[in-house]
């Protein structure tokens, strides 16, 4: 349970001692999640039971997780919390949610350093590397530029430039996605390379689907943002919102680099 210091909403009224549910919900469906996905990997395999066990049990999983980070950050994030110590808290929370984050893809990384000690190269071993992916990766790379500077256009009380640019990192997102279902989408049928393709597949489509969870997740927060912007919200003093979604991108388009390096150019190493 998450508990926030007392402090003043933007309109002015006292916030009392508050309490949420929703981080132990997205707790318990990352969870359900991260088994349903081992398990459906394990049945694949083994045939021990059905897969559609392992599957709905990922189903749920997800539902709740998403569940549990839309009610947190429509709660948390997304209410008023202004200047000084509240906001020093959010930004603070934000760092320490990224630094689980950090454990989370360390973990990932570990298996495929680990896949690697074997030999190397693996006979179904695609062609990563392509101009699609270069694509992705210049447009991921511009969508922290257009959301540092929609950033400091609201903290120089510009609210043009702050509306604009942050719309465009939305639309950047978005495309980044869409690019990423397009790869998968020839990887599969193009080259036959699926999750089940070895333990390269797995590591690849984990990893990979991690990063892609991560930057859906950064689309709908700075979807968030934007309808409210819209709606003449934030300025110079209440960035909050802004700041601790910007802190979440910027780390999501760092690992992005490090999967094109290590993942996508190193396999071919």
Not at 55 to 65: C, I, P, S, Y
Not at 171 to 200: P, R, W
């Amino acid at each position: 349970m998450v508990e926030t210091a007392t402090g003043t909403d933007h309109g002015g009224h006292e916030e009392g001692e508050h309490r949420s549910r929703w981080p132990f919900v997205a707790a318990m469906g990352a969870g359900a999640l991260y088994a349903g996905v081992a398990l459906y990997v394990l049945t694949a395999r083994t045939g021990v039971a059905p897969r559609a066990i392992g599957a709905g049990m990922a189903v749920l999983g997800f539902v709740g997780l998403c569940v549990g980070l839309a009610g947190w950050v429509v709660e948390a994030f997304f209410g008023h919390p202004g200047p000084g110590d509240r906001g020093a808290i959010y930004r603070l929370a934000t760092i320490l949610f990224l630094g689980t984050d950090v454990a989370t893809f360390g973990a990932g990384f570990v298996y495929y350093f680990f896949v690697r000690l074997s030999a190397w190269p693996p006979s179904e071993l695609p062609h990563l590397l392509g101009s699609l992916v270069l694509l992705n990766t210049a447009i991921l790379v511009a969508s922290s530029f257009t959301l540092h500077f929609a950033h400091e256009g609201l903290e120089h009380g510009n609210r043009r430039r702050f509306v604009g640019l942050l719309g465009v990192t939305v639309a950047l997102g978005v495309i980044f996605l869409v690019g990423q279902a397009v790869e998968y989408y020839e990887l599969l049928v193009a080259e036959g390379f699926s999750l089940q393709t070895g333990v390269l597949g797995s590591a690849f489509y984990g990893l990979t689907g991690l990063h892609g969870f991560h930057v859906f997740l950064g689309v709908v927060l700075l979807g968030l943002a934007f309808g409210r912007a819209l709606r003449g919200d934030y300025d110079a003093e209440w960035d909050t919102s802004i700041a601790t979604t910007s802190l979440y991108w910027h780390f999501v388009d760092g690992v992005w680099l490090f999967l094109v390096v290590v993942l996508y150019a190193g396999a071919t190493l």
